[in-house]
């Protein structure tokens, strides 16, 4: 194998292994002829090198929070009725929380997975991947949910993991799917270690933080459903979008830092309506 090839596969093994400082170090090394050698890895993650598979399309880049699942029934973290009512966080979604009580957290979690699973797409979701007819859509989401994926939308980046995974207790890179809507205590991974959710909790880092920068910076439209521009990591994500490239944002809470909303369109309506009215403008 040539060394452009071998420099290829180290990239892609990095990618799936969420390695993102090999990702970083490796793909430096690839020159722009040779990126066609891993055209799975550049439709996906919109690399800055020529691909077939992408040229002569603009890009979307669109982040999503809870908003949008919201109106598919899912309850989000601090609405009245919400998720942490029955729970404390210290309690469900840290590692110290896991350590202590595996049990609580496997039900939360359980808990969740099963709303999920019963939850189905709206039309915010759907709406979505119509874009894909004229662009090159990539969805960056905080939601843990499969709801874009169930959608139809090809290209799903998860900050915050994935409710229906699971994974190593030891090894964070052995992830199997959750069969069914339950974990129970006892199950374990190839390793002999108990399986966890494949969630991102509260204190660890997010793995694909760095990579979610990256593919902002490449998009030549940024869009943003239901989430707010005061907190992390959405404010961080359209900092790295090109200053002169258009951004707008689909949230009905919209409030705060005003000198960053001055260069972003505000749809003031929640995920379904605005969402079906921003691609009927794009799709024109």
Not at 39 to 54: D, G, N, R, V
Not at 58 to 79: H, L, M, P, Q, Y
Not at 93 to 110: D, I
Not at 230 to 253: M, R, S, T, W
Request: proline fraction near 5%; charge should be positive; charged fraction near 25%.
């Amino acid at each position: 194998m040539s060394g452009s090839h071998q420099n290829c596969v180290k990239v892609k093994s990095a990618i799936i292994s969420l390695d993102w400082q090999k990702f970083s170090r490796y793909r430096q090394q690839i020159s722009s002829t040779t990126c066609q050698v891993i055209p799975f890895t550049c439709q996906l993650l919109f690399f800055p090198y020529p691909c077939k598979t992408i040229m002569g399309k603009e890009k979307i880049v669109v982040f999503t929070g809870a908003g949008i699942s919201a109106e598919s029934g899912i309850k989000t973290f601090r609405d009245a009725g919400g998720l942490w009512e029955e729970y404390r966080i210290e309690d469900v979604a840290t590692p110290q929380a896991w350590e202590r009580n595996q049990a609580m957290v496997l039900e939360f979690y359980n808990k969740r997975r099963k709303q999920v699973m019963e939850a189905k797409p709206n039309e915010a979701h759907k709406a979505l991947t119509r874009l894909e007819q004229k662009y090159e859509v990539q969805i960056i989401t905080q939601n843990i949910d499969d709801l874009h994926e169930r959608a139809g939308s090809s290209r799903v980046l998860h900050l915050h993991g994935e409710i229906l995974k699971s994974r190593s207790s030891a090894d964070p890179a052995l992830v199997y799917p959750v069969q069914g809507w339950e974990m129970k205590l006892g199950d374990k991974c190839e390793r002999g270690s108990q399986l966890r959710p494949h969630i991102v909790w509260f204190g660890e880092l997010v793995p694909n933080m760095e990579l979610s920068y990256l593919l902002a910076s490449k998009a030549d439209i940024f869009i943003i459903i239901g989430t707010s521009l005061n907190v992390f990591p959405a404010a961080g994500l359209v900092e790295h979008v090109p200053a002169d490239k258009p951004k707008y944002l689909i949230d009905p809470h919209v409030v705060g830092n005003t000198a960053m909303l001055q260069h972003i369109e505000v749809i003031s309506e929640k995920a379904v309506e605005g969402v079906s009215r921003l691609v009927k403008k794009l799709m024109a």
